[in-house]
């Protein structure tokens, strides 16, 4: 790979980061994927959340974007159904103040939709996974769950209102947690998405070289979701999720199995994971809350056991 100094991030970062001049960069990324919700219209919204994240986790400012489609040309959907996933699209891009300026479409079986964003950030501003310090407090902004209780809608047996649910949390955009963790000078930031926390955390520790310890009991979760992992509803996302960690994730004894799971769940367009300084994360929590943010918990904190994640039942 060419080696650019204009390059600042890139592959293994949220997204790909270029210096145009000494107070202008550019940010760029791209995501798509197959539903997780029935509601056409839903599910554009929610492709278009979950693609602008990475920049909000770059502390970017989105600009434009590019429609990135899959779909059968030939059925059996109608064609109106895409239109209806480009509307969501649009509808969340406008939200966001972005302009969708064009794209492309591939003939496929299975629909498929998303972004490709461009952002600018200012070179001294840019959030990242590194920075995190033994001591700082790790606070979440949106709860976690939507792979298991997608993995219920996909097999007819979610909770009543799983469809809404999915829609209002996974298309909140992370804007208003992104402007928080602006305000607040946090350490080390990403967003949470397919790895799940576990995952998602361990980048953040690696590339910080500390440690952490996580506490169940302070984990927001979406309603449902502990009886749906019950019944076995989990995701094959989740278990990889969770083998990858090995023996980077200690569980404590008193932790369960089920928990476990739910703590590396696959995520879609999941919220920030943010470490503060700690003498901080009461105000950035009460700013989040006043925000509206989905939630604003604080769920464990960063330690000196490099690159390892403690599960622990509570504090």
């Known amino acids: 790979m060419p080696n650019d100094p204009r390059v600042l991030l890139g592959v293994g ?25 029935d509601d056409p219209v839903g599910f554009g919204m929610v492709a278009a959340a979950n693609s602008l994240s990475d920049v909000y986790a770059m502390g970017a400012t989105p600009l434009t974007a590019l429609n990135i489609v899959c779909f059968p040309e030939k059925g059996p959907l109608d064609m109106g159904i895409l239109a209806k996933i480009l509307e969501g699209g ?32 200012h070179p001294d501003e840019i959030l990242s996974k ?28 979610e909770p009543e209102g799983t469809d809404q649910l999915l829609i209002d949390i996974c298309a909140f955009l992370n804007d208003k947690a992104a402007q928080a963790a602006r305000k607040f000078g946090v350490h080390a930031v990403t967003d949470v998405t397919g790895f ?51 023996e980077r994730l200690i569980i404590d004894e008193a932790v369960t199995d089920e928990q476990v799971l739910l703590a590396n769940d696959a995520q879609t ?22 925000l509206g943010v989905p939630a604003n918990a604080v769920i464990g904190k960063v330690t000196d056991q490099k690159h390892t994640v403690r599960l622990q039942p509570g504090r």
């Open 269 to 290: 367009s999941g919220g920030l994971l943010l470490a503060v300084p700690p003498e901080k994360a009461e105000a950035l929590v009460a700013e989040l809350a006043e």
């Open 90 to 121: 649009y509808r969340k891009a406008g939200e966001a103040g972005v302009s969708i300026i064009g794209g492309h479409s591939v003939d496929d079986k299975e629909p498929k939709y998303g972004l490709a964003v461009t952002g600018t950030v």
């Open 13 to 37: 970062d949220d997204a790909g980061v270029y210096k145009i001049r000494d107070d202008l960069a550019l940010v760029q990324t791209v995501d798509f994927f197959t539903p997780i919700v």
């Open 130 to 157: 590194k920075g995190a310090r033994p001591g700082d407090l790790l606070v979440l902004t949106k709860p976690l769950g939507t792979g298991v209780l997608a993995t219920a809608l996909k097999a007819d047996m």
């Open 196 to 246: 799940g926390l576990i995952l998602h955390l361990l980048e953040i520790l690696e590339a910080s070289d500390v440690g952490a310890r996580l506490w169940f009991d302070q984990l927001p979760l979406l309603p449902g979701v502990d009886e749906c992992v019950d019944m076995g509803l989990v995701p094959a996302g989740t278990y990889a999720n969770r083998d990858h960690a090995g």
